[in-house]
């Protein structure tokens, strides 16, 4: 029998992994709240559903990729939810980035309903995902994971676990607040660079190549370089914004005061209420640029 998994949402990371599931010989059923995204995945094979509710039906695995607490209570909780719908059994995969304590609260309500639950942010960009390469950090108890294992190995190039719900997201949020640290630090170090003359590309060359580089900054200095922050998105300013704001509260939490992480967190707070909430990380550079010394 042809396992069946029901997608909640498809955007860039949800389309990437509903092409590589289709690749494999799934069969997916998704939906989305901007319809017009399910068109290309229904040409590959999906099927579209009208709301969670449907997708979520006769499925064995319900993956969610959602944008943040709200839009992921919405779609599990909320009128025509996955819960509604989702058979006890089913295993549902949480791949979203979202706040501690409301993955700990969702793990609670689906224990409640017998509904396996896996804690599944991820590392990657879409490219990535569509090629089978996702990095899986996973909170779950170990025999559901053994369980899922199949599907998630169909996408995943590493599979990390952490410990119980609730664990792989401590891991994702703290990597995603080292991330907004090290591009607010290398906006920086454009911005006196090409304030005091220096040749972008030779600068952004340098760094890519030196003993500082990371994955998260290198990926940020091409717009930096070329002040264009509207092509080949990969992780919005605003994503960003949000993923440091549930780190900050997750080290509230544990009652830790985290002063490089709240400055990077302030960077991208300020980035996202003047207006470059949509457009790549790298826009924080322009902040840099209209603001006094």
């Not at 998994?5 to 590589?20: K, V």
């Not at 209570?73 to 409301?102: K, M, Q, Y």
């Not at 401590?170 to 607040?177: G, V």
């Not at 960077?267 to 790549?280: K, P, R």
Request: hydrophobic fraction near 50%; proline fraction near 4%.
């Amino acid at each position: 029998m042809t396992t069946t998994i029901g997608f909640l949402g498809a955007g860039r990371m949800a389309s990437a992994m509903i092409t590589c599931l289709l690749s494999t010989g799934y069969t997916i059923r998704v939906w989305n709240r901007s319809t017009e995204k399910l068109a290309p995945l229904v040409e590959r094979g999906a099927i579209a559903c009208d709301t969670p509710a449907d997708a979520v039906e006769n499925c064995q695995f319900v993956i969610s990729f959602m944008a943040d607490d709200t839009a992921s209570r919405h779609v599990w909780l909320g009128d025509d939810g996955a819960l509604d719908a989702i058979a006890p059994g089913t295993i549902a995969i949480e791949c979203s980035t979202l706040s501690h304590g409301f993955v700990r609260e969702l793990a609670d309500i689906m224990d409640a309903q017998n509904i396996p639950y896996i804690d599944a942010p991820v590392t990657a960009v879409p490219d990535q995902v569509a090629r089978g390469e996702t990095v899986f950090l996973i909170g779950a108890d170990l025999a559901v994971l053994e369980r899922a294992r199949p599907v998630l190995e169909a996408v995943a190039s590493k599979i990390i676990h952490f410990g119980t719900a609730g664990t792989g997201t401590i891991y994702k949020l703290m990597n995603n607040l080292i991330g907004a640290v090290h591009i607010a630090a290398v906006a920086e170090l454009m911005a006196v660079a090409q304030k005091a003359g220096l040749d972008s590309e030779q600068v952004a060359h340098t760094f890519a190549n030196g003993a500082l580089a990371s994955g998260p900054a290198t990926m940020a200095l091409p717009g930096m370089v070329a002040h264009n922050h509207h092509e080949g998105i990969h992780f919005t300013t605003a994503l960003r914004a949000k993923d440091a704001g549930y780190a900050l509260q997750l080290a509230r939490e544990l009652e830790l005061s985290l002063p490089v992480g709240k400055a990077a967190s302030t960077v991208f707070n300020h980035a996202t209420a003047i207006g470059f909430g949509d457009l790549a990380q790298s826009a924080v550079i322009e902040t840099l640029n209209k603001q006094p010394v």
